[in-house]
C-alpha cells in the first residue's frame, strides 16, 4: 500500500491544498463513491513500436519515459479533483501550436514548454500529476485517432474504476471507452518505454 498526500504537491504546482490517497482503498461513503465517474479498464495486445520522436524524449529525458507504483490509483473525491484540476490548468496555461511553427520539425515531444500540440500537453499533466504523488505506473500516454482522422495524443490515467482521459481538446475528464477516438497504442504501465496495441475493454 502506497499512502500519498497530495497537499504539498498541489502547493508546488499552485493548485491549491488538497489530501488523498491514490494507492490504498478509498474510505469514501457509499453515496460519495456513487457520484464518481465509472469507466471500464483499457485491454491492452501485443508489443508495437513507440512514435520516434517519443523514443527521442526518452534519450534526452529519461525520467519522462520511467513508471513506478501501483497501476491504478483509486478515485476518490480529492483525486478526481486532482484530475481535473491539473486538466484545466494545463489546457489553460499551454499555448497550442504545431511542432513545425514551435520546432522547425514536424514531430517533437517535449515537457516544460510554454507552447506545444496535443503530446506536450498530455506529458505536461503526467508530470505534474506525478510531482503530487500519483503513480507514474498508473499514468500512461496514448495514440488515438479522432473522429475526423486526425492523429492526436492523450494522457491515460488507471484507476480502480476504470480509465479516464485527460485530454486537450476538453475541458471535462471522460472514460476512454466514452470517447470518440479510435485506439490504437499506449505506453505499458511496467514500463513506460513501451508501447502496446489498445485491443478492446475489460472490467477493472
Request: glycine fraction near 10%; charged fraction near 20%.
Amino acid at each position: 500500500m502506497i499512502r500519498v498526500f497530495l497537499a504539498a504537491g498541489l502547493l508546488v504546482l499552485g493548485l491549491g491544498a488538497a489530501e488523498g490517497d491514490v494507492g490504498a482503498p478509498a474510505r469514501a461513503t457509499v453515496d460519495a463513491a456513487s457520484r464518481l465517474p465509472l469507466s471500464l479498464a483499457m485491454a491492452t495486445g501485443s508489443v508495437t513500436s513507440a512514435p520516434y520522436a517519443y523514443k527521442a524524449l526518452c534519450r534526452t529525458t529519461p525520467s519522462a519515459c520511467t513508471g513506478g507504483g501501483v497501476d491504478r490509483m483509486v478515485l476518490n473525491d480529492d483525486n478526481l479533483a486532482l484530475l481535473d484540476t491539473v486538466n484545466r490548468k494545463f489546457n489553460a496555461s499551454i499555448q497550442s501550436l504545431e511542432d513545425m511553427a514551435n520546432h522547425g520539425l514536424p514531430d517533437v515531444w517535449s515537457v516544460g514548454g510554454k507552447y506545444g500540440d496535443c503530446e506536450d500537453f498530455a506529458l505536461a499533466k503526467r508530470q505534474a500529476l506525478i510531482d503530487a504523488g500519483v503513480p507514474a505506473s498508473a499514468l500512461s500516454m496514448a495514440v488515438v485517432r479522432t473522429a475526423e482522422g486526425v492523429g492526436h495524443a492523450v494522457l491515460v490515467v488507471r484507476t480502480d474504476r476504470g480509465d479516464f482521459v485527460l485530454d486537450n481538446r476538453r475541458a471535462e475528464i471522460l472514460g476512454w471507452d466514452h470517447t470518440e477516438y479510435r485506439w490504437y497504442k499506449i505506453t505499458a504501465p511496467d514500463d513506460p518505454r513501451r508501447w502496446v496495441t489498445v485491443s478492446g475493454s475489460r472490467f477493472v
